[in-house]
């Protein structure tokens, strides 16, 4: 079996790492799986390190006309069996790219944002209900909201993402203590995400107040860079929060915040599944989410952790609070949580779903493997 692999982002983020953590297990299962990805992008850099077999297309959005010839030319003369795309552009370019090819259209969706939402006289309903063969979900949530916009059941897979449970267990956070002036009563609370509305990070900042009043050693942070950074720093400053919140940017040693960390929190409006919550389990630490998208497929309340209702201040601050008074219970279930994460969210578990979807949809007369 033959794969394309198509990610047209030129950031990285949570799809990315999926798409490769993807991409080195079907090489290790020596399936054949090429990629093409942004000329310069970091997805282009590490896979070509890694070794994948990588082309770098320029694809200036999904109408990109220039790009579709190129695909479409690559599809042809490789003859690939399944076309996998990876982000909503990558979509409408395969679509196009390969018609007529024989080959099958897969779209991976990491988002549970309706289909039909933002869409022009419902476009959208059009591009997923007829541009793709089947669909990739990353969460039962996701497949649910797929199915409710119009597309078959049988028609969508789901393959939860998974993480490298090792990723960080040998990162040194030692450095964070100096740098942050970190004292040895404070409880360190974080954030890992994208400052992007839907990460819900200005819920997080007004739950902060309230967390101070019970608990005055509590210390937050915000890791991630976003288009939000300005709005959310002067929200934090109206609410007067100062060194109490330290909003780091991008980090390249975000394992180190985990590796500090009391608590993690996962503040979403939305969320396809939500990695950051299972790359804080597989560490053991104590979650504190609330009930977006596939994040309850992860955090069973009271048994892996905390959930508490989305768009929600006070009830944020309060299980916020409950976990860091009560820190043996959140231990506790956080031990729950790495049991779960090895078993059921693991990059092994991942690309074996995939695999099994590769399996079932290939077209006949094509061998598996």
Not at 197 to 215: C, N, S, T, W
Not at 297 to 312: A, C, S
Not at 323 to 331: C, D, F, K, T
Request: with cysteine; proline share 3%.
């Amino acid at each position: 079996m033959k794969i394309l692999h198509i990610n047209t982002e030129r950031t990285w983020r949570g799809g990315e790492q999926q798409t490769f953590y993807l991409l080195k297990g079907l090489k290790e299962k020596k399936i054949l799986s090429h990629l093409i990805c942004q000329p310069n992008s970091p997805m282009a850099k590490r896979a070509a390190d890694a070794g994948y077999k990588t082309f770098t297309i320029p694809m200036r959005g999904e109408a990109d006309l220039s790009a579709i010839y190129k695909i479409r030319r690559l599809i042809k003369k490789k003859r690939y069996d399944i076309i996998h795309s990876h982000t909503s552009h990558a979509h409408t370019l395969a679509f196009f790219a390969s018609i007529g090819t024989g080959a099958v259209r897969l779209v991976t969706r990491r988002v549970d944002f309706s289909i039909l939402r933002h869409s022009f006289l419902k476009l959208s309903g059009i591009k997923y209900r007829f541009m793709a063969d089947y669909y990739v979900a990353i969460s039962n949530k996701i497949k649910a909201v797929l199915t409710a916009d119009g597309i078959r059941h049988s028609l969508v897979f789901v393959a939860h993402s998974g993480v490298d449970l090792n990723r960080f267990e040998n990162a040194d956070w030692g450095h964070l203590i100096s740098e942050f002036d970190i004292r040895k009563n404070e409880k360190i609370v974080i954030n890992v995400a994208h400052l992007a509305e839907h990460k819900g990070q200005r819920y997080f900042i007004k739950a902060m107040p309230a967390v101070l009043d019970k608990i005055p050693d509590a210390r937050f942070f915000i890791v991630g860079g976003g288009d939000m950074l300005d709005e959310l720093q002067s929200m934090a400053n109206f609410l007067g929060l100062n060194k109490k919140l330290i909003f780091t940017g991008f980090r390249g040693d975000v394992g180190a915040f985990y590796k500090l960390a009391d608590l993690f929190v996962m503040s979403s409006r939305e969320e396809g599944l939500g990695t950051a919550v299972l790359d804080a389990l597989a560490l053991g630490k104590p979650v504190v989410a609330t009930m977006a998208g596939g994040i309850p497929e992860v955090i069973k309340n009271g048994v892996t952790g905390k959930l508490v209702p989305r768009r929600d201040p006070r009830a944020l601050a309060d299980g916020i609070v409950d976990i860091l008074i009560n820190s043996g219970e959140g231990y506790k279930m956080a031990e729950q949580g790495k049991i779960l994460v090895k078993e059921k969210f693991s990059i092994d578990a991942m690309v074996s779903k995939n695999i099994e979807v590769y399996q079932r949809i290939l077209p006949r007369g094509v061998h598996n493997i």
